[in-house]
């Protein structure tokens, strides 16, 4: 931090020294300021005041830039330690602007306007006063302040202000002189005026367009930092969703776990015979075991499975103890073997029987039917419910990570689509609302993918 307010200091006192260094180098400019005036009047001819009016706002618009950018970046320094009030920090930048420009004219004896220079100075500030003096946008800040110093400028040489003492300068003045003996006072408050106002215009259009792309920057970083958050919040919730399969995993394994305590208790006092079942029995119950964490640990993984046998692992988890629940189960003959991590689809697929299980009835029964059929390639798995159903306004939403209608986690049909979609399938949803909702689950069958890779090689 003081790193960075040393680099503004050092900014500060560039623009001002730049700003003497300017007025110092500057005098032969202002001095064929005075060369195009006396053209003008031996010519008689008023482009060459023109010309002459163009070099000296140029130059006082120049000047004061560089001090205004100068008096900003020190300012910049003192509000962020003090947090000056409004009218402190006008006083502070109209004494500085003042001092830097009386010093100029003084010891440089280069012409200056205070009347035009203050009132482009409070211009510059009223436009700016949305500006946040602690990190103003320097680029943004020269290119308005230059516009309206520039603009004010032009005021100097117009004879309809000299009564207001604008432009009473020696350069002016001998502006001003010469169009009144060329008679050409008129072109002099045409041009300023043409000048003064598109150039103030373009300020006020230029401050706009500005605070609108800085408020549309905080509004994409807001939005950026939301959509952040809800990654964050969303791989959280498959974190959340891994844990409840893993606890569900855990859940499984005891069914296994049982039979080889039971059996183990068994055999101390079971005769020879029972004793080779047994063992087998036990042994089979371990495979089991291994077979399933084998399948949760590496995704990848991936055995040669009967639909029945899947199905057969769903139906054992559905609850048996629900009255209102009647659960249907239909399998064509001479299915095709599958080819999946069987822990992983089964998991899949009992979350989309599970959503139809919880989501609201008006029915006296809630009936769910899991009926098999054999597809190209494969085999399609249809599970549908007699539920409320989904708007159709909502389908597409149902595979966003946390969105639910009915009050679940919102995790279960984006856990099931990756899954399936891993083992090259596809899900679908059909519903209409008050009459229920159909699932399409697509599963490849063992023989496709085989020969899906023979073809490519593998």
């Known amino acids: 931090m003081k790193n960075k307010d040393n680099m503004i200091y050092i900014r500060a006192f560039s623009f001002i020294i730049i700003g003497f260094l300017f007025s110092f180098f500057t005098s032969s400019i202002w001095f064929n300021v005075i060369v195009k005036i006396r053209e003008a009047i031996y010519t008689g001819d008023s482009g060459h005041l023109i010309l002459a009016s163009a070099y000296s706002s140029i ?5 004061s ?3 205004f950018l100068g008096t900003i970046s020190l300012l910049s320094i003192i509000n962020k330690r003090y947090q000056m009030s409004s009218i402190k920090i006008y006083v502070f930048v109209i004494v500085v602007f003042y001092i830097l420009n ?7 004896i280069v012409p200056w306007e205070p009347i035009t220079m203050l009132m482009g100075l409070f211009a510059t500030m009223i436009l700016l006063k949305e500006q946040n003096y602690s990190t103003f946008q320097f680029i943004q800040t020269t290119i308005i302040c230059i516009q309206v110093f520039f603009a004010f ?4 040489i117009m004879p309809t202000f000299s009564f207001l003492q604008i432009g009473q300068s020696d350069i002016s003045m001998s502006i001003k002189i010469a169009g009144e003996y060329l008679k050409s006072e008129s072109v002099l408050n045409f041009i300023g005026f043409s000048f003064f106002l598109p150039f103030t215009f373009s300020a006020s259009i230029t401050v706009s367009l500005f605070m609108s792309y800085a408020h549309n920057i905080v509004i994409l970083q807001e939005n950026y930092k939301k959509e952040r958050d809800i990654q964050l919040i969303k791989s959280k919730a498959m974190e959340n969703r891994i844990y409840q399969e893993i606890n569900s995993l855990a859940h499984d394994l005891k069914t296994p776990l049982v039979t080889i305590r039971g059996l183990n208790s ?3 006092i079971c005769d020879k015979d029972k004793l080779t079942e047994y063992s087998e029995r036990i042994e089979g119950a371990i495979s089991k075991m291994s077979e399933m964490i084998s399948s949760f640990l590496y995704a990848s993984s991936r055995q040669k499975l009967k639909v029945e046998e899947l199905i057969q692992y769903i139906q054992a988890q559905i609850p048996i103890e629900d009255e209102a629940l009647n659960v249907d189960i239909d399998l064509e003959s001479q299915l095709p073997l599958l080819y999946v991590n069987k ?3 089964v998991r899949a697929l009992i979350n989309i029987v599970e959503n139809a299980i919880v989501v609201p009835c008006t029915h006296e029964f809630k009936n769910i039917m899991i009926k098999v059929r054999q597809a190209e390639g494969g085999v399609n798995i249809y ?4 539920g409320i159903g989904i708007p159709s306004s909502e389908i597409e939403n149902i595979w966003e990570i946390g969105y639910s209608n009915c009050k679940t986690s919102g995790l279960g049909l984006p856990f099931a689509k990756q899954i399936v979609e891993d083992h090259n399938g596809s899900i679908s949803i059909e519903s209409k609302k008050e009459e229920g909702t159909f699932v399409t689950v697509y599963l490849p069958s063992a023989n496709y993918i085989q020969n899906k890779r023979s073809d490519c090689g593998e």
């Not at 130059?59 to 000047?63: A, D, E, P, R, T």
């Not at 400028?153 to 100097?156: A, H, I, K």
């Not at 599970?383 to 007699?386: H, K, P, T, V």
């Open 59 to 63: 130059l006082f618009s120049i000047q």
């Open 102 to 108: 009386r010093i100029v004219e003084v010891f440089f």
């Open 65 to 67: 830039t560089l001090f």
């Open 153 to 156: 400028q032009w005021l100097n």
């Open 343 to 345: 822990v992983r689809v």
């Open 383 to 386: 599970i549908s419910d007699n």
């Open 266 to 268: 068994l055999i101390p």
